[in-house]
């Protein structure tokens, strides 16, 4: 199985600032990867597919890159509500796997 | 409007079976992937399961629940079921149903999630 990581696990950023998350994959998984984004009491939301695509209604703020087995979600400018966990998922293989998450909070 | 609503979650003993439904409207179902995710409180997402679209169509499991946990659907119905026997302390979880992309099986849409704990 692909194990995938992420970095860091949590993240101190002010509101207005860029938010850069990174997520790893132990093999390439070429550009099959997604980014969910999880508020607290609710079910993840998928924010980017096929490394940089971003899902339906994802404002622009939200970039994703990479490929092959490095991968990075940019979040240009911190809104109050980006404040929440990050996760990443190669469905390049099965069986699919996440990663750990990224806890995006205040400084 | 894509809604994904699950059921059957709830209290068993360690050995025991559940069996969860996922009811799915808003899309034409026999189009799509299906993903059964679970997320233990406060920790990370774990993807369990995912069936493709005919009904008996190719099933797929994560190591952790193989052998023990069948997922099925029953295109007539809209609905997608996760049969988990031989149950531990360790599936306590919620579990999400999730709809996958037409392209991929990354989930855009999911369901508010159904808890299942497994003690005695």
């Known amino acids: 199985e692909i194990v995938m990581t992420q970095s860091p696990a949590t993240l101190s950023v002010s509101p207005g600032e860029r938010a850069t998350l990174s997520c790893r994959a132990s093999?390439?998984?070429?550009?099959?990867l997604a980014w969910y984004q999880q508020k607290p009491g609710q079910a993840p939301r998928l924010l980017i597919f096929g490394a940089s695509i971003r899902a339906t209604g994802i404002p622009a703020r939200f970039t994703g890159s990479g490929s092959g087995a490095e991968f990075t979600l940019t979040i240009s400018s911190l809104q109050s509500e980006d404040f929440v966990n990050y996760y990443c998922?190669?469905?390049?293989?099965?069986?699919?796997?996440f990663g750990p998450g990224t806890k995006v909070h205040i400084k | 409007e894509v809604q994904l609503v699950e059921s059957g979650g709830g209290l068993v003993q360690p050995g025991g079976s559940l069996r969860l439904s996922c009811a799915a409207s808003g899309f034409t179902f026999t189009n799509y992937v299906m993903n059964w995710v679970r997320q233990v409180p406060g920790k990370g997402l774990e993807w369990i399961s995912a069936?493709?679209?005919?009904?008996?169509?190719?099933?797929y499991y994560a190591d952790s629940v193989k052998g023990r946990f069948t997922i099925s659907r029953d295109n007539s119905k809209n609905m997608v079921f996760l049969q988990m026997n031989s149950l531990r302390a360790d599936d306590t979880a919620v579990y999400y149903c999730?709809?996958?992309?037409?392209?991929?099986?990354?989930?855009?849409?999911w369901g508010q999630g159904t808890l299942v704990t497994v003690s005695s």
């Open positions: 093999q390439s998984v070429g550009s099959n």
């Open positions: 069936i493709r679209t005919s009904t008996g169509g190719s099933t």
């Open positions: 998922q190669q469905y390049n293989n099965w069986p699919l796997t």
């Open positions: 999730a709809k996958a992309l037409r392209e991929n099986p990354a989930s855009d849409y």
